[in-house]
């Protein structure tokens, strides 16, 4: 990763910020690649989304809604899924989009060789499957489950997925290796220099989906402005220089900045968001695979006052996978972990600990907790006798190790989730199979999986509340708070919104003349 110091910063935005119609973006880390769902992050999903689309998105309230489709209709038994797609939709490269490149997409997605994040998402691993994919016409697509399930088009939404993006099949080199995304998108991708920016230029043959106003990933998505620069920068102070200089139109800074860049007079919007900031324990470890161990680790954090320190008194203490604004966040949801330094000592010697060192992993993103979470962590299990270090990976690397299973304790922040179920599947499945997954226990799976099969709100709330009393006794991790989303924005852009999946959007933003 490539540090700017603030002048270098300047002179390496001096082109971008002399076009009027740029908007320069700063990311906390560099993308992973340009391919939609593969080798992805966070900052990788949140670009490429502005290049690609796909059948259905979510909207402003996280349900989800047709996009490239215009309609969709649900067979009475819930296994045939008809998509009728919007006419008029190109490419990037000028081509129509049919119903033949829907397919094309699907079954390159499906290939193991393309080693999609969410292949196992659809082929039967974690229950949902995907039997048939077909083209009845050019503007018609239908697809085909195995048995009913409640959150098959929540899956297609979702952005670690890249909403199932439709790609022209010239996305590909002449040898089947990945090129660019030639998507559908508002904007196309027009040069990406490692480590240091993605540009992104509007497409001036977009076809926005109906609607007046923006509306998630659906809705009105024109491309007002004519680039859009994604800048890597991980450095917080160069990140606040270039938005207090006008360098930088748009960023998240971490929450202690917030009230000085309220009095900068700067743009300073905040939104509610699924994403969860916590930490992981690796219940395969020799040491904590005992759960008294867990919960002792547990019963040792203040957590009030941890998540109070980090997010500057914005954030709100949540222990469970469903997040403070979902309807599903009850009464039970509330239960939490208690800070018990009695309850500790008596964990640690039935659990025979005998002051072995415990590994923490954790990162320095400035635009979140892992560093400052990992530090107040420390110090509390120091202080109920339990000894820990702190080991700081670049977030490559720390990705690479939490997709492994490669820890003991992890600082760690899953993206947003609308769906409960979603949210559960981020982080609970079988770790033979899924090493990255934290919380391996059958019963939880089946019960998750029954989420998915029914669309009763009731029964999915007696649902979602069994597994969080259930998460709570196995303590594989504890999530700590949700992010509140902070963006700093210049005032020279008009229309920038954060919003619940924590992610900028840039199509319905115009530059101030």
């Known amino acids: 990763m490539i540090r700017f110091s603030a002048s270098a910063l300047a002179l390496a935005l001096l082109c971008g910020a002399a076009q009027a119609q740029t908007i320069n973006v700063a990311l906390n880390a560099d993308i992973r690649s340009t391919n939609p769902g593969v080798n992805r992050d966070d900052n990788t999903d949140a670009v490429v989304l502005h290049m690609v689309e796909g059948l259905v998105g979510y909207r402003e309230n996280g349900a989800v809604a047709p996009l490239l489709a215009e309609s969709i209709d649900v067979s009475q038994d819930g296994l045939t899924y008809t998509f009728h797609l919007r006419k008029g939709v190109k490419f990037h490269n000028g081509a129509a989009m049919s119903s033949a490149d829907v397919l094309w997409s699907w079954n390159r997605y499906m290939d193991a060789k393309t080693d999609w994040r969410c292949k196992p998402e659809f082929d039967g691993r974690i229950g949902l499957k995907v039997t048939e994919a077909t083209v009845p016409d050019a503007s018609t697509f239908v697809m085909k489950l195995e048995k009913p399930s409640a959150l098959f088009l929540d899956t297609m939404a979702r952005t670690d997925c890249a909403m199932v993006a439709i ?18 998108g508002p904007f196309q991708l027009a040069d990406w220099r490692r480590g240091e920016f993605v540009l992104l230029k509007r497409f ?48 998240d800074v971490p929450d202690e900045d917030v009230p000085e860049m309220k009095k900068s007079g700067l743009q300073v919007l905040t939104a509610p968001s699924a994403t969860k900031h916590g930490i ?49 966040y009850d009464e039970v949801q509330k239960k939490r972990y208690t800070h018990d330094p009695a309850r500790v000592k008596k964990l640690l010697a039935e659990a025979g600990y005998k002051g072995e060192t415990i590994k923490l992993l954790a990162n320095k993103r400035s635009t979140v907790p892992s560093y400052p979470i990992a530090i107040m962590a420390q110090a509390m299990l120091q202080a109920a006798g ?52 934290v919380w391996d226990n059958r019963e939880a799976d089946a019960l998750i999986e029954k989420a998915t099969l029914v669309s009763d709100e009731a029964e999915r709330r007696k649902i979602f509340d069994q597994l969080h009393v259930m998460m709570l006794a196995d303590a ?32 319905e933003v115009a530059v101030a003349k």
């Open 204 to 251: 001036d043959a977009y076809t926005s989906p109906a609607g007046d106003k923006r509306d998630g990933y659906v809705g009105s998505k024109r491309p007002l402005a004519a680039e859009v620069k994604f800048l890597a920068i991980a450095d917080g102070a160069t990140v606040k220089a270039g938005l207090m200089s006008g360098a930088l139109d748009v960023a």
């Open 386 to 437: 339990i000894k820990a270090d702190i080991e700081i990976l670049e977030w490559a690397t720390q990705l690479d190790r939490f997709s492994k299973g490669n820890y003991q304790m992890m600082s760690f922040s899953y993206s947003a989730r609308i769906d409960p179920a979603q949210s559960y599947n981020q982080f609970s499945g079988p770790k033979d199979k899924l090493p990255s997954k």
């Open 167 to 184: 790609l022209h099949k010239d996305s590909l080199k002449p040898d089947g290796s990945w090129d660019k995304p030639i998507g559908t």
């Open 280 to 328: 992981l324990l690796q219940s395969r470890d020799p040491l904590l695979g005992d759960v008294r161990m867990r919960q002792a680790i547990m019963a040792a954090f203040d957590q009030d006052e941890i998540v109070g320190a980090v997010s500057n008194g914005l954030g709100k203490v949540n222990n469970s996978a469903v997040y403070v604004t979902s309807p599903y």
């Open 476 to 507: 594989p991790l504890i999530f700590l708070y949700n992010q509140v989303d902070t963006a700093v924005v210049s005032k020279r852009l008009q229309g920038f919104a954060p919003w619940v999946a924590s992610k900028p959007r840039l199509w």
